[in-house]
């Protein structure tokens, strides 16, 4: 998103609502709900993306039908102070990080791993351990998803067919 704060009115309030629950609603069906032509609608959304309130449509899929069947969070230690641009760097290498961010507290990245099964969800630990700058890992794995309708309960891509050779 822009560094300035994006300036939205409530129909635009209205068009994100109606798009977050289904971004396939189309604008006709949008603008008769709140009032607007189908062409108003567009130019609000194409708005919207220009300034960066909306950054992209996604379908949201069950992991296990892309083979991600284990899923688990990651805090992750580092030795000193790792720059959260070289921790990014990292997690991009990993197919298998669907999510990374820098948090407080005592650890200082939490990532979001899923992985094909739990020998699969080792290697990738395995291999997160070995960056040289990673000092501990603590990890959590996800038994069942209590808001199975959120964003993370979903998946964006498919699992690897296997993973990468390590040696």
Same mark, same amino acid.
Do not use: Q
């Given at each position: 998103m822009n560094s @300035?704060?994006?300036s939205f009115d409530e129909l635009d309030r209205k068009i994100i609502t109606a798009l977050m629950a289904n971004s396939r609603t189309s604008f006709a069906e949008i603008g008769a709900a709140i009032g607007l032509s189908s062409t108003a609608v567009k130019? @609000?959304?194409?708005r919207l993306r220009e300034t960066g309130v909306i950054t992209g449509f996604t379908a949201t899929v069950e992991p296990s039908a892309l083979g991600w069947r284990t899923e688990a969070y990651v805090e992750v230690y580092c030795e000193g102070a790792a720059p959260p641009r070289r921790l990014a760097e990292v997690v991009r290498g990993y197919p298998e990080i669907t999510a990374a961010m820098t948090v407080t507290g005592g650890a200082d990245a939490l990532l979001h791993v899923r992985a094909r099964d739990v020998e699969h969800f080792e290697e990738v630990l395995e291999r997160i351990r070995t960056e040289p700058f990673i000092r501990k890992t603590i990890s959590v794995m996800v038994l069942s998803h209590l808001i199975p309708e959120s964003p993370?309960?979903?998946a964006s891509h498919p699992a690897p067919e296997r993973a990468p050779d390590v040696r």
């Amino acid at each position: 998103m822009n560094s @300035r704060a994006a300036s939205f009115d409530e129909l635009d309030r209205k068009i994100i609502t109606a798009l977050m629950a289904n971004s396939r609603t189309s604008f006709a069906e949008i603008g008769a709900a709140i009032g607007l032509s189908s062409t108003a609608v567009k130019r @609000r959304v194409d708005r919207l993306r220009e300034t960066g309130v909306i950054t992209g449509f996604t379908a949201t899929v069950e992991p296990s039908a892309l083979g991600w069947r284990t899923e688990a969070y990651v805090e992750v230690y580092c030795e000193g102070a790792a720059p959260p641009r070289r921790l990014a760097e990292v997690v991009r290498g990993y197919p298998e990080i669907t999510a990374a961010m820098t948090v407080t507290g005592g650890a200082d990245a939490l990532l979001h791993v899923r992985a094909r099964d739990v020998e699969h969800f080792e290697e990738v630990l395995e291999r997160i351990r070995t960056e040289p700058f990673i000092r501990k890992t603590i990890s959590v794995m996800v038994l069942s998803h209590l808001i199975p309708e959120s964003p993370e309960a979903g998946a964006s891509h498919p699992a690897p067919e296997r993973a990468p050779d390590v040696r």
